[in-house]
């Protein structure tokens, strides 16, 4: 049976940040899914943009196309609707126009029926945060590493490991709270400028390879169940749901060449079967 509360909304994290208790979360990306993660108490499910990558299977978040991720945010909240579902605003989305940004986040809260959005920002979008958070859009803001800028970089790299990069991060954190943003979410830092970006702040902080010191964690649920080829240091597999897929997938394959498929439940009256025999015109 879980401990964690029956509903879980942004206040009760906030409460919890203040009291110091953790709480996790997790990737999903569908209402089956959503309902065993809202089982086993996992307090917030983010229907991250790693969809384009888990889902469609290319080989980068920019690939999330925004109605894909209005409806895979829908169907998480139907399958857990007493946990707080986060809305990943993939490429593009967000970054070209403001007004574009804010229609498109009120997608993710009325078509999605998302409980807050999550953006990647640096402090140069706090004023975007400002008028979304305005509008009544929750916004979490996705400093250090940025996924959705990897071929800026060249691929995906970790942030924070210098002074002036760390700095950075810092900065951003507290711009983008200052602007409203309800949560922050560092990705890939060091621990020790995590913890300082959770010092300085007043909501809830979220870690993702950045840390014990965050409020919250969050890892790929596909790492976690070990259905990836390649998992980050930081989301070792605590299950190897693929190779008992494999396995399964294996067995029924070999089932159905011996026809082993066990006894049919539909079964056809014998006064019946001879009445279709008799109007198809088989001969018996």
Not at 135 to 142: C, D, E, I, Q, S
Not at 206 to 224: E, K, P, S
Not at 246 to 275: F, N, S, T
Request: proline residues 5%; hydrophobic residues 45%; glycine residues 8%.
């Amino acid at each position: 049976m879980s401990d964690a509360p029956t509903n879980v909304t942004l206040r009760d994290l906030g409460r919890m940040a203040r009291s110091g208790a953790k709480f996790s979360c997790l990737t999903c990306y569908d209402a089956t899914t959503a309902r065993w993660l809202e089982r086993a108490g996992v307090e917030v499910l983010l229907v991250g943009d790693t969809a384009a990558e888990m889902v469609l299977g290319y080989p980068s978040t920019v690939h999330a196309p925004l109605d894909f991720m209005v409806a895979l945010t829908a169907g998480v909240k139907r399958g857990a609707p007493s946990r707080v579902v986060m809305a990943d605003m993939p490429f593009m989305s967000y970054q070209a126009d403001e007004a574009e940004a804010i229609r498109n986040a009120g997608r993710f809260m009325t078509e999605g029926n998302a409980d807050c959005v999550k953006i990647e920002a640096d402090r140069s979008f706090a004023p975007l945060v400002e008028k979304m958070s305005r509008a009544g859009v929750p916004v979490v803001a996705h400093v250090g590493s940025r996924p959705q800028q990897a071929k800026m970089k060249g691929g995906y790299v970790s942030t924070g490991r210098t002074a002036e990069s760390a700095l950075r991060v810092l900065h951003d954190a507290a711009a983008l709270e200052a602007a409203g943003a309800c949560m922050i979410l560092v990705e890939a830092c060091p621990a020790e400028v995590a913890q300082m970006v959770v010092e300085r702040a007043t909501v809830p902080v979220i870690g993702c390879g950045a840390g014990t010191a965050c409020h919250g964690q969050v890892v790929v649920l596909n790492d976690m169940l070990g259905t990836t080829q390649w998992q980050p240091a930081f989301a070792r597999p605590l299950a190897q749901v693929g190779a008992e897929i494999e396995r399964a997938a294996r067995l029924w394959r070999e089932r159905v060449r011996d026809g082993q498929l066990g006894e049919h439940p539909y079964a056809i009256a014998p006064d019946e079967l001879a009445r279709l025999q008799q109007m198809a015109g088989v001969e018996r």
